[in-house]
């Protein structure tokens, strides 16, 4: 078959060119799986680098984990054997990891991103205790001129049963970062109330520095002055940091202050009325004061922080959660009536009040305050008992009309200048008595530390040929015995002395309160009981 040239020269054109088609082809071929590769390697350098930096992490937090866990064994090895020494600084709570409810806590303090650690408290005291009914939390901060916060834990503490210490937490938050201000209120909590630190009752924190954001630049609102602003903006900061701590430890959540006083029940009327209420409440009030006596779902904690570090800079507590109230239940297409009664399906106030305001010197400096909750009504400030005929009498310098008659016959307390080593308090009985009990209560809901402190319980056994024993030749019981022939037996514990009789003293002339030591305050004695098998 003849070819044309026309026909040839472009077959061979053609058959000349298909070398450098599929060569061009191949090799855009070769190029699109080099980028492939290259895509796929670079993406396994990212994993890789990823994977290198979350390995560095975890094994910084493994690290830091196990160094907490062998810090907490010491610890607890020290309390074991007793051992006693200087406050250690560290921190016993062994998880680190954040909550994911916490997560958003970057948005609204964007500078804790370079802190991972400061949303975590140093807890200086506490043991770790959860699953308890009522956690309560009381922020502290440093004021000029007094601090109210031993005297608010006497209220708290006063007649606080050991089945409800038990069944509650009182956290105390030191919202400062001076750290010898934070050791010495810390070591004052542990001086007075050791019992309490031991059990776990009372626990101890402050926040690192680093939780704080730059508060020297903020706005101006509600025409308050620039310091004012301040002062409420962290303690917007403080409330929140305190709430996150305590969320996990209990069922329900209990905001105080650190100048307050307690009705002696509090903890019974605070459940009780928490368990009658049948409706989706958010809020519980014990008080018509500020942010004192708010009750609160621990499961609702998160929420609530969550809102209010939204707008922590903008205005005081108490007024944001009356805005989250409104923003979960008032329709704007309804009226301010509406609205109000909404809010109060979900805020319910409960009278009488639980807690007063006794604080006169605000933590904002130089200002003045006399904030009274009406509804409180008036404290009982002693307690009334059935006691048998005595003769009383006392070495201890009285105040106005508060006398020792009035107390042992439950009609007043008796109240009495500062206590000196050698002085006492003698109840002694018209006619000698078999005395199975004794209850002897100081301080009261209104002067909670007017204790008496280092004072002994002492018995005067009525047979005289025990006594002139006891006097030439010291005790045949397991008690000392007095050279005026007196038997010690119970001492003060915190404001109370409390205890039995050994029916082989045989019967009882008189009992004595003697004081060892000088006291650094007054003294009050709100309630005597003595128990026989007659009363």
Same mark, same amino acid.
């Given at each position: 078959?003849?070819?044309?040239?026309?026909?040839?020269?472009?077959?061979?054109?053609?058959?000349?060119?298909?070398?450098?088609?599929?060569?061009?082809?191949?090799?855009?071929?070769?190029?699109?799986?080099?980028?492939?590769?290259?895509?796929?390697?670079?993406?396994?350098?990212?994993?890789?680098?990823?994977?290198?930096?979350?390995?560095?992490?975890?094994?910084?937090?493994?690290?830091?984990?196990?160094?907490?866990?062998?810090?907490?064994?010491?610890?607890?090895?020290?309390?074991?054997?007793?051992?006693?020494?200087?406050?250690?600084?560290?921190?016993?709570?062994?998880?680190?990891?954040?909550?994911?409810?916490?997560?958003?806590?970057?948005?609204?303090?964007?500078?804790?991103?370079?802190?991972?650690?400061?949303?975590?408290?140093?807890?200086? +005291?506490?043991?770790?205790?959860?699953?308890?009914?009522?956690?309560?939390?009381?922020?502290?901060?440093?004021?000029?001129?007094?601090?109210?916060?031993?005297?608010?834990?006497?209220?708290?503490?006063?007649?606080?049963?050991?089945?409800?210490?038990?069944?509650?937490?009182?956290?105390?938050?030191?919202? !400062?970062?001076?750290?010898?201000?934070?050791?010495?209120?810390?070591?004052?909590?542990?001086?007075?109330?050791?019992?309490?630190?031991?059990?776990?009752?009372?626990?101890?924190?402050?926040?690192?520095?680093?939780?704080?954001?730059?508060?020297?630049?903020?706005?101006?609102?509600?025409?308050?002055?620039?310091?004012?602003?301040?002062?409420?903006?962290?303690?917007?900061?403080?409330?929140?940091?305190?709430?996150?701590?305590?969320?996990?430890?209990?069922?329900?959540?209990?905001?105080?202050?650190?100048?307050?006083?307690?009705?002696?029940?509090?903890? !019974?009327?605070?459940?009780?009325?928490?368990?009658?209420?049948?409706?989706?409440?958010?809020?519980? !009030?014990?008080?018509?004061?500020?942010?004192?006596?708010?009750?609160?779902?621990? !499961?609702?904690?998160?929420?609530?922080?969550?809102?209010?570090?939204?707008?922590?800079?903008? &205005?005081?507590?108490?007024?944001?959660?009356?805005?989250?109230?409104?923003?979960?239940?008032?329709?704007?297409?309804?009226?301010?009536?509406?609205?109000?009664?909404? &809010?109060? &399906?979900?805020?319910?106030?409960?009278?009488?009040?639980?807690?007063?305001?006794?604080?006169?010197?605000?933590?904002?400096?130089?200002?003045?305050?006399?904030?009274?909750?009406?509804?409180?009504?008036?404290?009982?400030?002693?307690?009334?008992?059935?006691?048998?005929?005595? &003769?009383?009498?006392?070495?201890?310098?009285?105040?106005?009309?508060?006398?020792?008659?009035?107390?042992?016959?439950?009609?007043?307390?008796?109240?009495?200048?500062?206590?000196?080593?050698?002085?006492?308090?003698?109840?002694?009985?018209?006619?000698?008595?078999?005395?199975?009990?004794?209850?002897?209560?100081?301080?009261?809901?209104?002067?909670?530390?007017?204790?008496?402190?280092?004072?002994?319980?002492?018995?005067?056994?009525?047979?005289?040929?025990?006594?002139?024993?006891?006097?030439?030749?010291?005790?045949?019981?397991?008690?000392?015995?007095?050279?005026?022939?007196?038997?010690?037996?119970?001492?003060?514990?915190?404001?109370?002395?409390?205890?039995?009789?050994?029916?082989?003293?045989?019967?009882?002339?008189?009992?004595?309160?003697?004081?060892?030591?000088?006291?650094?305050?007054?003294?009050?004695?709100?309630?005597? +009981?003595?128990?026989?098998?007659?009363?």
């Amino acid at each position: 078959m003849r070819l044309r040239l026309g026909q040839v020269l472009p077959a061979l054109c053609l058959g000349a060119a298909f070398p450098l088609l599929w060569y061009a082809v191949w090799q855009r071929s070769r190029g699109n799986d080099l980028d492939v590769y290259q895509d796929q390697l670079l993406e396994l350098q990212r994993r890789l680098l990823y994977a290198e930096k979350e390995y560095k992490k975890r094994s910084h937090e493994l690290s830091r984990a196990l160094d907490e866990i062998k810090h907490t064994v010491a610890r607890r090895m020290n309390t074991t054997n007793n051992h006693t020494g200087d406050m250690k600084w560290k921190e016993l709570n062994l998880s680190r990891k954040l909550p994911v409810h916490l997560t958003n806590i970057y948005y609204y303090l964007p500078h804790l991103q370079e802190h991972e650690d400061a949303i975590f408290p140093n807890v200086l +005291f506490g043991q770790q205790r959860t699953g308890v009914s009522l956690v309560m939390g009381i922020p502290t901060v440093k004021r000029e001129k007094q601090n109210y916060l031993i005297d608010t834990l006497n209220s708290l503490l006063y007649e606080l049963s050991e089945e409800q210490k038990k069944d509650c937490i009182i956290i105390i938050f030191i919202a !400062e970062v001076g750290a010898e201000y934070i050791k010495s209120i810390a070591e004052s909590v542990k001086t007075s109330f050791p019992r309490e630190v031991e059990s776990g009752v009372l626990e101890v924190i402050s926040p690192p520095a680093s939780y704080y954001p730059d508060l020297s630049n903020l706005k101006k609102t509600l025409g308050d002055s620039e310091d004012r602003v301040r002062w409420r903006t962290k303690q917007n900061l403080d409330y929140s940091f305190l709430m996150l701590y305590a969320q996990p430890k209990g069922t329900f959540y209990l905001q105080l202050e650190d100048d307050i006083v307690a009705k002696p029940d509090y903890v !019974e009327s605070v459940k009780s009325f928490a368990a009658q209420q049948s409706q989706d409440w958010m809020v519980l !009030e014990f008080s018509q004061l500020g942010f004192i006596g708010k009750l609160f779902k621990a !499961e609702d904690l998160p929420l609530i922080v969550e809102f209010f570090l939204m707008f922590y800079k903008d &205005k005081p507590i108490d007024w944001l959660i009356d805005h989250l109230l409104s923003v979960k239940v008032c329709n704007p297409e309804k009226d301010a009536a509406h609205c109000e009664m909404e &809010k109060s &399906k979900l805020r319910i106030r409960a009278k009488p009040s639980l807690f007063q305001h006794v604080g006169i010197h605000s933590s904002l400096a130089g200002k003045v305050q006399n904030l009274k909750d009406k509804d409180f009504g008036k404290s009982l400030l002693y307690k009334a008992h059935n006691n048998p005929p005595a &003769k009383v009498d006392t070495s201890l310098r009285i105040y106005e009309q508060h006398t020792l008659e009035e107390v042992y016959k439950g009609q007043n307390f008796f109240w009495a200048l500062a206590p000196m080593a050698g002085d006492y308090i003698r109840f002694t009985f018209l006619n000698p008595l078999d005395v199975e009990k004794y209850l002897f209560r100081s301080g009261n809901m209104e002067h909670p530390g007017d204790k008496l402190f280092n004072t002994t319980v002492e018995v005067l056994p009525a047979d005289e040929t025990l006594r002139k024993e006891l006097a030439d030749n010291g005790s045949k019981f397991n008690s000392p015995a007095t050279k005026d022939g007196y038997l010690k037996i119970g001492a003060f514990e915190n404001g109370v002395a409390e205890g039995s009789i050994s029916q082989s003293i045989g019967r009882i002339q008189a009992i004595r309160l003697s004081v060892t030591s000088d006291s650094p305050v007054w003294a009050i004695l709100s309630e005597v +009981f003595i128990k026989t098998s007659e009363n």
